[in-house]
């Protein structure tokens, strides 16, 4: 026996001021075999009466609610057949914790006023109305919204016709194509709209009241990446119309309900004199992840949620594809290398880790791998399928699984299936299945250690970690190496499938993971990587190869593998002048290292080697903008001014407090604004932490009041510290931006030490605030990673694991967290004794 939607007639009447709302739905379903008993998902709702009609007779069936389960089951008592209609009058909340059908509130000319807004990925759809609430039981939605007159409704179609009764107004949208429940949308409110065209798809972005000046770049970008998507998977755009609207209460960065796509503020609007580049470009990123998601995840949606990264590993991997075909000065396709493949390493090469695929049942369950081994790793690994299949070949069959599953529902054999199919037809010798197979069904990835051999050079795989006690692992690598002889470079392509490799070649040194498209890394012996040092500074190899053997050293040195000094050593020798984004990767890495060495007795020698570093770069691009050069010279300098400020560079620190004043007054280049907000906290008093505070309160521009917001983190006064955190949890700050002191807190040497004891006196308030639907919660965790000793390892593991603090939706967070600050205190002991 099996219940199909087929279509949902859904009537909705919200109301924020009582913040419950009335709703009638229809669900015309179809039956395979008989049913007596009707079973459905349903979560703080109110059931007023249930219906269900067949083959002409009526029956009001008995009504069940399981609250654990959030299922509504209907017990007939005569079975059904064919086809079914289920009526249901309920009752439901607009609650305010930034799921289902929710309030959102905002300030316009001091007064407070509230949206209404749906967010229902992944199982928060039976938070809005009674549904099969599963992504592979597709149905069409008739949606109707009885609102007050004067206010805007936006769902995922065009409205069909509006019908004034009174003082309000009924919003009849157009039916959906068949989609999944979770990509349902719902917006009530005072929207403004800026609205263009591509061909006839009409496109607006819509805002609260006075925030439409920063909507006319998003708007540009919303056409470009859609000309591209359409043009790249070779399928039109399949709605009519597409909203992006700007919401100022959301839990996510954005999510991409079909047609009508929702963002934070931040993560969209851009104000064209006073956004930052890095701010702009993240906003570029996040429309193009979502406008990916029309069709992958919209058009062609996973069966079941541990098919998550079909849809989450394309929409990030194809952003950066987009976003550097549109605007390939900003080099998004290297920065890729540093941001998303470099995450995906560093969330992979814990032991708690997960496989790209998962097998999830429970909510909870399900929320937990929304995150960076979903997003970053699939992304990675979807690069090196791509490189090994052939760029055309990977898109071609791209475009036969979203041709042949449109509509429809997918898993992850259909895709690779498909990418197989092209490669047969293309005469190729892959096996694309088999190494697709391996790398998303495999938890961790490998390191390649590279030695010299007889007749040539050998390599053998194991798996990598930080801690180092797993070791056992095999991946079908594909390995591209560059083979260097006498000044002649060859590049030759292998699959690495078994333990150990013999590498048939009379070359002088050999770059392993040429190209940086693989996901692995490498450990070259001394002599070799004293070879490439020297080929990099010459110039024999770029700076993406430098990507590879920096990030790997970096990990290595964390991994205990090789000594501090080996690693600071060929910085200092080879790579005091680099290009973007090793530049960027290097500042990272130095900054990190700088911050966990704090106050101990190697710090010296990692601020040398950082303040040569830094030093050198901002002499090189100086202080201040010039008006021609790129964006990543401009991310790359607010950067370096930070990490210099953090070193108490006397220099920065005077620009900082010379510019302080004129950074809160709009009077710098928005693009070492925040930098200086950075540097005035870290060096500041109290006067600085209320003139910031103050400055927060008032503002409006999105990115200025998030990134007043994080400087209030970076104090060094440990009572201004505990400022901070009570000011967190204030009215002042928004629920969705709780997490932003605590997080840099967490890093802040003077801040640190403060952050467990206050998150154990408000636990159970955060846990009561945060639904597992929002990926809030187990953030908290997260920010206790940077811990260390094994006392706060129990005191963390005892105080999360307990009956009355622990909940399902903190599970893997915990678990990754405690790896972590083990890793932390071998780390530190290592370097106390090794350096």
Not at 31 to 41: D, E, P, Q, R
Not at 178 to 186: P, V
Not at 390 to 402: A, D, V
Request: charged share 25%; proline share 4%.
């Amino acid at each position: 026996m099996e219940v199909l939607p087929q279509k949902y007639e859904l009537k909705i009447y919200p109301d924020a001021k009582s913040k419950k709302f009335r709703g009638n739905v229809s669900i015309y379903t179809k039956i395979i075999g008989s049913a007596n008993k009707i079973v459905l998902n349903a979560k703080e709702l109110e059931i007023k009466s249930a219906e269900v009609i067949s083959n002409g007779s009526s029956q009001i069936p008995k009504v069940k609610l399981d609250k654990e389960k959030q299922e509504l089951i209907l017990e007939l008592d005569k079975p059904v057949k064919k086809n079914a209609v289920i009526k249901i009058e309920y009752v439901g909340i607009h609650n305010e914790e930034l799921y289902g059908f929710y309030l959102s509130k905002y300030k316009m000319n001091g007064k407070e006023e509230t949206l209404l807004t749906t967010q229902f990925e992944s199982s928060d759809a039976r938070a809005a109305f009674p549904c099969f609430d599963n992504p592979s039981m597709k149905a069409v939605f008739e949606l109707t919204l009885v609102i007050d007159k004067e206010l805007e409704a936006i769902s995922n179609m065009p409205v069909k016709s509006v019908k004034v009764i009174g003082d309000k107004k009924e919003v009849l949208f157009y039916p959906t194509p068949k989609m999944s429940t979770y990509l349902l949308y719902m917006g009530v409110g005072k929207f403004e709209y800026l609205q263009s065209s591509l061909g006839k798809l009409k496109i607006r972005v819509a805002t609260t009241p006075g925030k439409l000046k920063y909507a006319k770049i998003p708007l540009l970008y919303a056409k470009q990446f859609v000309s591209f998507y359409e043009k790249y998977f070779g399928i039109k755009y399949p709605l009519p119309k597409l909203d992006l609207i700007a919401i100022p209460d959301f839990s996510a960065g954005a999510m991409e309900n079909w047609g009508a796509i929702t963002f934070r503020e931040i993560d969209l609007l851009i104000d064209p004199d006073n956004t930052s580049a890095s701010s702009r470009i993240n906003a570029a990123t996040t429309i193009a992840h979502e406008l990916a998601h029309q069709w992958f995840g919209d058009l062609v949606t996973m069966k079941w949620w541990d098919d998550l990264w079909l849809n989450e590993s394309f929409a990030t991997y194809m952003s950066s594809k987009c976003v550097n075909a549109v605007y390939p000065e900003w080099k998004l396709n290297l920065n890729f290398l540093i941001d998303e493949v470099s995450t995906g390493m560093s969330a992979d090469q814990l032991e708690s880790t997960h496989p790209i695929n998962v097998r999830v049942k429970s909510p909870e369950e399900i929320e937990s791998i929304f995150d960076r081994i979903s997003y970053e790793k699939g992304g990675s690994i979807l690069m090196m399928l791509e490189d090994y299949a052939g760029p055309e070949t990977f898109r071609k069959g791209l475009h036969r699984y979203l041709k042949e599953h449109a509509y429809g529902n997918a898993t992850k054999f259909d895709l690779w299936n498909a990418i197989q199919k092209e490669a047969n037809i293309e005469g190729k010798r892959l096996k694309v299945g088999e190494v697709a197979k391996a790398w998303i069904e495999k938890a961790g990835y490998p390191i390649v250690k590279l030695s010299r051999a007889e007749k040539g050079y050998s390599i053998a795989q194991e798996r990598f970690t930080l801690l180092g006690k797993t070791k056992k692992g095999l991946w079908p690598i594909p390995i591209t190496y560059l083979a260097y002889t006498k000044g002649k470079k060859d590049v030759a392509k292998i699959l690495f499938e078994t333990k150990n490799k013999l590498i048939n070649t009379k070359a002088e040194w050999l770059k392993l993971n040429f190209g940086q498209k693989g996901f692995y890394r490498v450990k070259y012996y001394d002599e070799m990587l004293t070879l490439l040092g020297e080929a990099y500074k010459s110039k024999i190899i770029d700076d993406v190869e430098g990507i590879g053997i920096e990030s790997d050293l970096y990990n290595l040195l964390i991994a205990r593998y090789i000594k501090l000094d080996i690693y600071l050593g060929f910085i200092r020798n080879y790579m005091l002048d680099t290009e973007y984004p090793l530049n960027m990767q290097i500042a990272n890495h130095l900054t990190a290292l700088n911050t966990f060495t704090y106050g101990m007795g190697v710090n010296q020698k990692v601020r040398d080697v950082a303040l040569a570093y830094f030093r050198n770069a901002i002499k090189k691009i100086g202080i201040n903008p010039n008006e021609n050069e790129d964006e990543p010279t401009k991310i790359f300098r607010a950067k370096v001014i930070t990490s210099l400020g953090f070193l108490e560079d006397d220099e920065i620190k005077d620009f900082a407090k010379r510019n302080f004043e004129n950074a809160l007054n709009d009077k710098v280049d928005p693009n070492i604004r925040n930098p200086i907000f950075f540097v005035s906290a870290w060096n500041g008093d109290n006067e600085v932490f209320e003139k910031i505070k103050e400055a927060y309160l008032k503002e409006t521009l999105p990115e200025k009041k998030i990134y007043l917001l994080v400087s209030l983190g970076l104090f060094r006064d440990k009572q201004i510290c505990q400022n901070a955190l009570a000011f967190t949890l204030s009215k002042d700050v928004k629920l969705q931006d709780s997490f932003y002191i605590p997080n840099e807190l967490s890093s802040n040497p003077s801040g640190k030490d403060l952050l467990l004891p206050w998150l154990k006196e408000n636990w159970l308030l955060l846990k009561e605030k945060f639904s597992a639907g929002t990926h809030m919660l187990p953030r908290y965790v997260d920010a206790l990673s940077t811990q260390r000793g094994y006392d706060k390892l129990k005191e963390i593991k005892e105080f999360f694991t307990s009956k009355k603090n622990y909940t399902p939706a903190i599970k893997k967070e915990l678990r990754e967290t405690l790896e972590r600050i083990e890793i932390n205190t071998l780390f530190a002991e290592w370097l106390g004794n090794n350096s």
